[in-house]
């Protein structure tokens, strides 16, 4: 599956100058009109600021679980806090998915005005008592922020628009970052359901335990492994509705390896809630009409939300 997941290294992004840029926009195109997933390296965010990410992420889902409850998606709201085991389900056919998380979303004062405003998934994090846990993922969130914005970069030039096209579009951004625990099951189990993911991108690391499977075009299951320093990234379903299927949003899942339990940390890159995801002109045939009406950011996120959480649960 290596090989049909490409690794692409974003050193010449940041080094290489136009020649770089070029390089680096023409295989992240062929990725996401291909597959979908592509893993990077050199990407720039510290391996100890990963390793540390992983470690607060431990301490905090072996804490009571009296403490995590205080602070769940219910009580806070707006997508950010704690969701328990068997909380959700990505692929209803199959039940509830087998993990528990907890997300974070951009930091925001008590005095922002766009939290004043009611503008929508603004909200306060919450923040468990593990120590050291808000400086490490406020740092991992600021350093997966401009490695999303660095991408969108060279998604722009594959494309064929101003490099600074997203730019204002991720202002702000509606990004949620959630840390993960798949509990130890049986060899088969699915701890999340087959879906895609909602957003532009996903960065998503792991901790080396295998699991992540992605469903190609022709319907295979594929097993997705782990790369020592990279992070696996895909396209949301925002992406892909912006450049109008041009980029391929792919159905994952994951399944247990029955080698106890998994963690990862996915950061889920949103436009910001006033954004307007319409088709981007280069990437409409001439003489045909866009496959998606437009629609705000945020209309679109809510949409996909309201329909992962079961009622009655």
Known sequence: MSAS???IDLEPLRCGGEAGLAKVAAELG???????????VNHGVPAELIAEAFAKSRAFFAEPIAGKLEIAIDVVGANRGYSGFMREAL??????????????????????????????????????RTPGFRETFLAYFDACLTLGGEIHRAFARDLGLPLD???????????????????????????AGEHTDYGNITLLATDGVGGLEVRTRAGQWLAAPSIPGAFVVNIGDCLMRWT???????????????????????????ANPLAKV????????????????PILSHEYLRQRLEATFPKGG
């Open 91 to 128: 692929d209803p056919s199959h039940g509830r998915d087998k993990k528990e998380a907890f997300n974070i979303g951009l930091d925001l004062a008590p005095d922002d005005s766009g939290l004043l405003a009611g503008e929508p998934f603004r909200a306060l994090n919450a923040w468990p």
């Open 30 to 40: 062929q990725a996401c009109r291909g597959v979908g997933f592509f893993y990077v």
């Open 244 to 270: 109008n299927d041009v980029y391929v949003s792919t159905p994952h899942r994951v399944v247990s390896r029955g080698t106890g339990e998994r963690y990862s940390i996915a950061f889920f890159l949103d």
């Open 5 to 7: 997941i490409p690794v």
């Open 278 to 293: 319409e088709a981007i002109p280069s990437c409409v045939p001439a003489g045909e009409s866009p496959k998606y009406a």
């Open 165 to 191: 096209f997203f730019v204002d579009k991720l202002e702000r951004s509606l990004a949620t970052l959630r840390i993960l625990r798949y509990p130890p099951e049986p060899e088969g189990e699915i701890g």
